[in-house]
């Protein structure tokens, strides 16, 4: 009984730390903004590799479910007569939800798990330890520039999703099954607000790349310099990143859609 009353003290003292620690680490990425922007091409650099090198799958995947979503909500509002608010649908959905979600869990199965190996193996190679041993600091020289270019980037992405999604629920509407040009395009812009809709959306999108890209970057600096701990890490971080997503997206819809 005592072991696991122990046991247990033990566990639940080392999550807070864990936590304790993390959060400190944030605090760090954050405030190294300004040494960050001195030099800007190491956030130009990571921004093309995070960024440019994720843009052909966020615009394939945003094409294909602009394109179910046209013909499954042809086919729920034509029931009802209401098929020329088709855009309306598209966009909102789009705008609102899956655009951030969808765009936020491929950037962290794309984006995260390519960060977090590559801080991974840098740590397995000792190039981290090293750093420190120059008195270089490894989190203001190698984190803090991914992590600002991943914050750049995800609106960026889910800016671009959103939009090849709304293109490919016209060509599957208007184009392909008939709905009236005219009707998809006006009842999308007398319905869709500026600030409600394509704010809120943005701002989802940007509160996902600080989380997803800081969990990238926290699992490969701790992961253990071993290739099984540099999979393992890789393996949490669309674990996690995927959870905290949807946790994070149901926070904020509550929030902003009350």
Not at 29 to 58: C, E, K, M, W, Y
Not at 122 to 146: C, F, S, Y
Not at 156 to 177: C, D, E, K, P, R
Not at 228 to 238: K, P, Q
């Amino acid at each position: 009984m005592i072991a696991s009353i122990a046991t247990l003290g033990f566990k639940t003292r080392k999550l807070v730390a864990g936590i304790g620690y993390a959060f400190r680490m944030f605090l760090t990425l954050t405030g190294a903004i300004v040494r960050v922007i001195r030099r800007p091409r190491l956030i130009t650099d990571q921004i093309h590799f995070i960024g440019n090198h994720s843009v052909l799958l966020i615009t394939v995947a945003g094409l294909f479910v602009g394109f179910v979503l046209g013909l499954q909500g042809y086919y729920i509002l034509n029931k009802y007569g209401s098929e020329q608010a088709l855009g309306t649908l598209v966009a909102l959905a789009l705008l609102r939800e899956l655009g951030p979600v969808i765009t936020a869990l491929l950037y962290a199965g794309r984006a995260g798990t390519s960060l977090t190996a590559e801080i991974g193996l840098m740590k397995a190679g000792e190039q981290l330890t090293a750093m420190d041993m120059m008195a270089v600091n490894p989190v203001h020289r190698v984190l803090a520039p991914r992590f600002w270019a991943g914050i750049i980037s995800m609106p960026i992405l889910a800016a671009l999703f959103s939009a090849v999604g709304i293109l490919g629920g016209y060509i599957v509407g208007v184009v392909l099954i008939g709905v009236d040009e005219g009707a998809f395009w006006s009842q999308m812009q007398s319905n869709v607000d500026i600030w409600l809709d394509i704010g809120n959306g943005m701002v989802k999108s940007l509160v996902f790349g600080f989380a997803v890209t800081f969990l990238a970057l926290f699992q490969g600096y701790e992961a253990n310099p071993t290739p099984e701990g540099v999979s393992i890490a890789t393996t949490r971080t669309v674990v996690y990143s995927s959870l905290l997503v949807l946790w994070l997206d149901f926070l904020m819809t509550a929030l902003m859609f009350n």
